[in-house]
């Protein structure tokens, strides 16, 4: 008995702690550049709204939605690489390099092999961040490219006042889109996840 009273107030007491919880806050983005995407993309929202065009443009909202989405996630993949490359500068794994070869020309017969192996490895390793580099830079411009397309459309949607005015290219949000996602694919092969946060 005594010990069901105490399972009531352990739980009483659990549950008035969950209760005094403050409610999680509304997400909000810790990258900049994300905000902004995501203030363009409500104030598109509202302008078709004001427009009375939603019903007639459902297709774009949703491409103009997914654009917007890529362009969240291409943002923290960007940001994931550019940590990586902070933490692991290719500079230094050149520089490695050097040391070894001025050691090979030096070392004698026993640790040579050693020494060339090591080398292979660490030309292995400077391919690999190379790469990452090249990835790098080009998820920078796939997110300029992404920003430069919600802000067409955010000008051509403050600036319409038609449908027929609106002339968002849907094969351009689409081939867009498509790159985005592609992007993000090869990002995520070439880091997988269980190495992103090192």
Known sequence: MLVELAVVAVAAAIGAAVLKRPRPKPFVPDD???????????????????????????????????????????????????????????????????????????????????????????????????????????????????EDTVRLVLDQTLTASSPAELAVDFRRLTRTIAATDEALAETRALLPEKTRNH
């Open 32 to 146: 900049p550049r994300v905000a902004k995407v995501q203030a363009m993309h409500r104030q598109i929202r509202e302008a078709v709204t004001s427009l009375g065009l939603e019903p007639v443009m459902v297709d774009q909202l949703v491409q103009v939605d997914g654009i917007v989405a890529g362009y969240r996630d291409l943002a923290a993949e960007e940001k994931r690489l550019g940590a990586y490359r902070r933490s692991n500068p290719s500079a230094l794994v050149e520089k490695e390099i050097t040391t070894l070869e001025g050691r090979l020309a030096h070392s004698e017969a026993s640790t040579r092999e050693m020494v060339e192996e090591n080398l292979s490895i660490l030309k292995l390793r400077l391919g690999k961040l190379e790469q990452i580099d090249r990835t790098h830079d080009a998820l920078k411009a796939q997110l300029a490219m992404l």
